[in-house]
């Protein structure tokens, strides 16, 4: 049996987007994220970020600092009862890259390659999975990756209220939580 997944984008949805984060120090949880990822951890559903992370490729910092930082942040995230089950990211940027990192590839979003390795690399039925995103290119990548349900959020931002074409558009996470029950009691069922 395939498993679903919720696919969280990093800036804006699990934490405060202030631009290139990747210390500690500032980084602040977006209100709500913990109780989501807890409700997908019970309800059966595999927890992915898919992150693309320019501030690599413009030398904002590097892989091993970004490594670190998510290492911090999964550990941040057990300490509360939740689980992160993995981490995909792209350092790519076609303009503004340096060296290797300079290149249109296959994995910066809206481009869907992240989430087409995860699908491989944990056996995950995408039509049965959400994303969670906070830019059109989060949720362009969803869909061309086939996921079933894809969240624009906007938290405090206006934004609009309607739904279009397999997007919701929602001003708090804890929105998502009956998606979640809906797919783990449907895979229940199976």
Not at 17 to 38: A, E, K, N, P, S
Not at 138 to 153: M, P, S, Y
């Amino acid at each position: 049996m395939k498993r679903k997944a919720l696919f969280l984008d990093r800036d804006g949805v699990i934490n405060v987007d202030y631009g290139y984060v990747h210390r500690q120090q500032d980084c602040v949880f977006v209100d709500g994220i913990f109780d989501l990822v807890r409700q997908a951890n019970a309800t059966g559903h595999r927890v992915v970020v898919v992150t693309n992370q320019a501030g690599i490729g413009r030398g904002y910092f590097s892989e091993s600092q970004f490594v670190a930082f998510m290492n911090w942040m999964r550990r941040s995230f057990e300490e509360r009862g939740a689980r992160i089950d993995r981490v995909y990211f792209c350092p790519h940027h076609p303009v503004a890259g340096m060296g290797r990192y300079r290149q249109v590839c296959a994995c910066r979003k809206p481009e869907p390659g992240m989430l087409n390795d995860a699908q491989r690399d944990l056996g995950l039925d995408m039509s049965a999975s959400i994303l969670v995103g906070d830019k059109p290119s989060d949720l362009d990548a969803g869909a061309r990756a086939g996921v079933g349900r894809r969240f624009l959020f906007v938290g405090d931002r206006p934004g609009r209220a309607e739904t279009e074409s397999g997007i919701d558009v929602v001003t708090r996470l804890s929105d998502i939580g009956a998606a979640l029950e809906e797919t783990g009691i449907a895979a229940a069922r199976v």
